[in-house]
């Protein structure tokens, strides 16, 4: 009968099936050569003392025992070119995935993307970056894919209670993605893989009777008697449904207003702001693994923290060893940050966005704004960076220890951040209190990450995407708006998600909800 093993080894062990095979060997006590397969379910890395093992969950088959390589296969979607329609607005992993169960389950999706197709977006993302110009419906959070395609595609999620985290990863090996995402502990596709993945998912819905529609932005949700009709395009093109999953992500300001408008309810949300923090991967990997050089069996380490300063949380977000720190606006006069690493996280900076929790407290100064107060907060911070820094994609930068003590940095080296810096003192950036608590956090996380507090690691402002400052209120049972039948906020912009393996099991659950509706 198959074993299945908990284990620790070494890095070396862990990459060379070889010595893995002699090292399970001695402890069931057979022959290697009695081995017929060894199958990895988990794998991470403990990395608490000097010497770093690799934790392993194996299951072992020796000669004899049954032992078939299974292949991870899409469901079997049916043809629903003919079947009742479902406006989905927003092509990222809520939207995509969502259509996907819509067709599973019999019903027509009609997915509408403000922005251009996966491969179209890379030209807009240059412009950001060399010329500085921002395109307000393609960039790297608008356009298909949604924003975690060329910012990252982390797969991590703490959400297992959202739903079956397994079936978003098994979907993703089935449209091309590596089998390892079902293995480690914090699967990654990488930015520069995932786009032909998210291409293969589109082309899959319109195999199958789906419609993935680019360059259309929605102006208008048509409502009559608080029931969803249709909605209006840019155009004034009218596409009529009375099924509207609304997964426009945490960055579709247009949208929020348009509900706001529209007296569709809508409520301030807290969510985290700050800035992003550049180290060397050389550093990093030096105080997490405790050594000179990490050598060529460990992965380029990430890190993970969180303190408490001043009664508010200040913790690590959306880190990406071996990344870069990309520009994220998405209308001219801002500058956002994010960060993003490929598959092989093979470039020379590390870089985490490290951002304070918010109160609705702190929304009081924009309180006229209502149920929008939160986003405009957010807005006012990446405009007076913007101004700051020169009124271009460059951002305000500050070295980590001139910060910590209120000085302007001499000099700004190069970072990964293509736009550039602006030193600027990062004071000027932030309301008082929040550059405070950022300002005794670093001097905290110096204490809990010795080598963490240097003058060679460049904070770049502001982190401020974090998550949705507006949350689009629905029923906990059917997920349809509190309000408008028919109308079923979903993902990251409604405040349902926080990630890409999120964000899908919601466009699901909305599927889902969907079908049960109609029954």
């Known amino acids: 009968m198959p074993r299945e093993l908990l284990l620790q080894v070494t890095p ?5 099936e070889v010595l893995l095979k002699d090292y399970l060997s001695k ?22 003392q000097k010497a770093i093992k690799i934790n392993l969950k194996v299951i072992i088959y020796l000669k004899g025992e049954a032992f078939q390589e299974t292949k991870i296969e899409l469901p079997l979607y049916k043809d629903v070119a003919s079947a009742q329609e479902v406006i989905v607005v927003g092509a990222g992993p809520a939207g995509l995935f969502a259509a996907l169960q819509l067709i599973e389950l019999g ?4 997915v509408l993307e403000r922005g251009k197709d996966v491969r179209g977006r890379r030209r807009d993302l240059k412009a950001i970056n060399v010329e500085h110009i921002v395109n307000e419906d393609s960039n790297y959070c608008f356009g298909e894919g949604g924003a975690g395609t060329y910012s990252d595609g982390k797969l991590y999620t703490r959400s297992k209670k959202r739903g079956d985290v397994t079936r978003i990863l098994e979907l993703l090996v089935a449209f091309g993605a590596s089998e390892d995402i079902l293995v480690e502990a914090h699967p990654h596709i990488g930015t520069n893989k995932l786009p032909k993945i998210i291409e293969d998912i589109r082309n899959k819905i319109i195999e199958f009777g789906g419609q993935v529609v680019f360059d259309t932005r929605v102006t208008d949700i048509l409502v009559k008697n608080n029931e969803v009709e249709g909605i209006v395009t840019q155009n004034g093109d009218k596409i009529l449904a009375n099924k509207l999953i609304l997964a426009t992500g945490h960055s579709a300001r247009d949208i929020f207003e348009l509900l706001d408008k529209k007296k ?21 990997d030096s105080i997490q ?17 969180v303190k408490q300063v001043n009664g508010r949380g200040m913790y690590s977000f959306c880190m990406c060893p071996g990344g870069v720190i990309a520009p994220c606006a998405t209308s001219p ?3 956002v940050t994010n960060g993003w690493s490929p598959s092989k996280r093979d470039q020379a900076t590390a870089n985490s966005g490290i951002v304070i929790e918010l109160k609705l407290e702190d929304f009081k100064p924009f309180a006229k704004f209502g149920a929008l107060a939160g986003m405009e907060f957010q807005k006012s911070i990446e405009q007076k960076a913007w101004h700051l820094a020169g009124e271009t994609q460059k951002v305000p930068a500050q070295r980590m220890i001139d910060f ?10 190069k970072t990964s951040y293509v736009p550039g810096t602006t030193s600027v003192e990062m004071g000027q950036v932030f309301p008082g209190f929040l550059s405070q608590i950022l300002r005794e956090g670093f001097k905290e996380f110096g204490k809990s990450m010795r080598g963490y507090l240097t003058n060679e690691a460049i904070l770049h402002a502001p982190e401020s995407r974090t998550s949705s400052p507006v949350r689009i209120p629905r029923d906990s049972m059917t997920l349809e708006h509190l309000q408008i039948k028919g109308l079923y906020p979903c993902g990251e912009g409604a405040g349902y998600a926080g990630g890409i393996i999120s964000a899908a099991i919601d466009g699901e659950k909305c599927a889902l909800m969907i079908a049960e509706s109609l029954k």
Do not use: M, W
């Open 107 to 110: 019903l027509k999706p009609i």
């Open 404 to 413: 910590t003590q209120n000085k302007v940095s001499a000099d700004i080296p």
């Open 289 to 305: 693994y405790s050594c000179d050089y990490r050598g060529e069996h460990l992965p380029p380490a990430p890190y993970s923290i």
């Open 333 to 335: 006069g801002e500058v």
């Open 12 to 16: 070396e062990t862990a990459a060379n």
């Open 264 to 284: 569709i309810l809508i409520e301030a949300k807290p969510f985290a702001l700050g800035v992003r923090a550049e180290h060397s991967q050389e550093l990093i």
């Open 27 to 48: 402890q069931i006590k057979v022959s290697p050569n009695e081995i017929q397969h060894i199958t990895i379910l988990k794998r991470s890395i403990d990395a608490r």
